[in-house]
């Protein structure tokens, strides 16, 4: 970006699954059944609360602001 002129370069243009489940992330909201305990959240964790795994379910999906 900064090679293409553009002087102030935002940030967070960037995720690794999705803008919601970023901020979830950041705000420590994980429910209880992903047996996390404080501190950075894995990517173990992270995807989990994506998409599940074995022994646990992905988090649910919600539309917000009707938009994909």
């Not at 002129?5 to 803008?19: A, E, L, M, R, V």
């Not at 209880?32 to 999906?61: C, H, K, Q």
């Amino acid at each position: 970006m900064a090679n293409a002129g553009i002087k102030y370069i935002p940030s967070n243009t960037f995720s690794y699954y999705d803008q919601v489940l970023d901020t979830t992330a950041m705000l420590g909201a994980v429910p209880e059944r992903y047996s996390w305990n404080g501190g950075e959240i894995g990517f173990d964790t992270y995807f989990s609360m994506a998409r599940g795994n074995a022994s646990v379910p992905a988090m649910e999906m919600t539309k917000w602001f009707d938009t994909n």
